[in-house]
């Protein structure tokens, strides 16, 4: 008997290709309106669906598919001897592949001026019905809800036929795209109050954060590009990516992404060790290290510029004990520098990461929140005293700024000419963290300005930096102690800034 294919497909991308290799295959095509028009006019033949239904697609396409002729096609046992008298008595057909991919119901509600009876319209009835009834009989029946799958599809049905694995894989990438369709309109539907989070291509790691944690990486899925399924990263030589190193890897490549001129940072335990700009990607780099040598030990080296070769060689040359280094791309000749320590982990990624939405676990549950994109720029800055900033020294504080909000809080960040000097962070008092960055500083505080990811209490912080010779100091304000602290660095004749934003990381 010779096979029949269900094709109906919103999204057409590799269509025709996909329907020509069936018809040489031998397959019948049966499709529904819009899909048999796009095969019609290029001179593909295929059998209308209400041929098989004897009924017309009605409801303005609301039902075309939904019909025993169709449904039982799909999921009747072939080696069932029962449901093989039954399909015969009822004169129903095998239907060997489906091909179906759904309404665009999310890229509808992406549009900001989509109204409600739009966004209805869009949900798919019959495509995730009959998707979900193929992928239950995946062993007899072929099923295919991306287009993406159609040449490997072909390949495999010109071979013979698909193999068990692959029929497997298929079915559970049908059933994880329609769970995230109905999520996507129940997320719609009730304003967020519900959402679902999809998981998909899970990689088991040599553990999670301790060796008697066990660790997996997903990447999430959701039927849209975002940050999560839009990023492309890679090892070009090392280890396995650990737990640890992912969360480093994804707070090093965020930070250096904050800059828009050539930065390199250093990254310990998800915070930044030392970070510095510069027009030489290569001198950003050593600047970044020099800052605080004793901490970047076991270090994650993050540049948001391609890798030199000087760079690679300073790696070698300056014995640094590196667990990470991540580039957008590597200059010839840097990776097999990098070779000369085969433990290093090369990774080369592209994308941002910080789109979308950002998940965290808490309680038993899920926090959600929007990624802090929020810029701060020179204009936004208001100053509250009554020396006034420099250029340089404004220039220095959006340096800063653009560090301390990616260090844990509480955090305190010094800067002097597009390099960190000295970094506290993750303490439980502003005061210790301003304690840790100047010890680390030294006498390179002098001069330098100061930044603090959240406002100040009390004065104390402002006399200690003053102590320590910072000229300058950028903070959220929005204490009610404000005055006390504008006043008081005025008393020590600083300089001070506002940016109207927090910037809390915990």
Not at 10 to 30: N, T, V
Not at 92 to 109: G, H, M, R, S
Not at 397 to 413: D, G, P, Q, Y
Request: hydrophobic share 40%; net charge neutral; charged share 25%.
């Amino acid at each position: 008997m010779k096979k029949r294919a269900l094709l109906s497909v919103a999204d057409k991308r590799g269509l025709l290709e996909f329907a020509r290799g069936l018809l040489d295959l031998g397959f019948e095509l049966i499709a529904t309106g819009g899909t048999k028009a796009a095969l019609d006019e290029k001179g593909i033949a295929s059998t209308p669906v209400e041929t098989i239904t004897g009924y017309p697609e009605c409801f303005g396409g609301r039902v075309k598919t939904m019909h025993p002729a169709i449904m039982g096609g799909i999921l009747f046992r072939r080696e069932n001897p029962e449901d093989q008298k039954e399909a015969k008595k009822l004169g129903i057909e095998p239907i060997d592949l489906v091909a179906i991919n759904l309404y665009p119901f999310e890229q509808t509600i992406a549009k900001p001026d989509t109204k409600r009876s739009e966004a209805i319209e869009q949900i798919d009835i019959g495509g995730p019905t009959l998707l979900r009834s193929a992928a239950k009989n995946h062993a007899l029946v072929t099923v295919i809800c991306d287009p993406a799958d159609y040449d490997r599809v072909l390949d495999a049905l010109k071979m013979g036929d698909l193999s068990p694995a692959m029929r497997s894989e298929l079915a559970a990438k049908v059933f994880l795209r329609t769970a995230a369709y109905d999520s996507a309109i129940a997320a719609y539907l009730s304003e967020g109050e519900h959402s679902g989070v999809m998981l998909t291509d899970g990689k088991k790691l040599r553990y999670g954060e301790n060796p008697h944690q066990r660790g997996l990486y997903f990447a999430k899925y959701e039927p849209l590009p975002t940050a999560a399924n839009s990023i492309q990263w890679a090892v070009l030589q090392g280890k396995e990516l650990s737990y640890l190193n992912i969360l480093d890897a994804d707070g090093a490549w965020n930070l250096v992404h904050e800059f828009g001129e050539p930065t390199a940072a250093c990254i310990k335990h998800a915070n930044p060790s030392g970070v510095a700009s510069h027009a030489d990607i290569t001198e950003a780099f050593q600047r970044a290290y020099d800052a605080d040598r004793l901490s970047a030990f076991g270090v994650i080296i993050a540049l948001n510029r391609p890798c030199t070769k000087e760079i690679a060689q300073k790696i070698i040359d300056q014995k640094i004990f590196t667990e990470v280094v991540i580039a957008p791309s590597y200059d010839d000749g840097s990776v097999e520098i990098l070779k000369q320590k085969p433990n290093i982990r090369v990774l080369e990624l592209s994308g941002n990461t910080r789109q979308g939405l950002q998940y965290r676990s808490a309680l038993g549950g899920m926090l959600v929140q929007d990624f802090d994109t929020k810029a701060v720029r020179r204009e936004d800055l208001k100053c509250v005293t009554k020396k006034k900033p420099t250029d340089a020294q404004i220039d220095d504080m959006l340096f800063a700024w653009k560090v301390v909000k990616n260090a844990s809080s509480n955090a305190i960040v010094f800067v002097k000419d597009k390099a960190t000097v000295g970094i506290g962070c993750g303490q439980t008092s502003r005061v210790d963290a301003l304690w840790i960055a100047a010890r680390r500083a030294g006498d390179r505080a002098k001069g330098a300005v100061m930044a603090s990811d959240a406002f100040f209490p009390f004065p104390d912080s402002v006399e200690e930096a003053a102590k320590h010779g910072i000229s300058a100091i950028i903070q959220p304000g929005g204490s009610i102690r404000d005055e006390e602290v504008f006043k008081k660095a005025d008393e020590l004749g600083l300089t001070m800034v506002l940016t109207g934003v927090r910037g809390f990381r915990h």
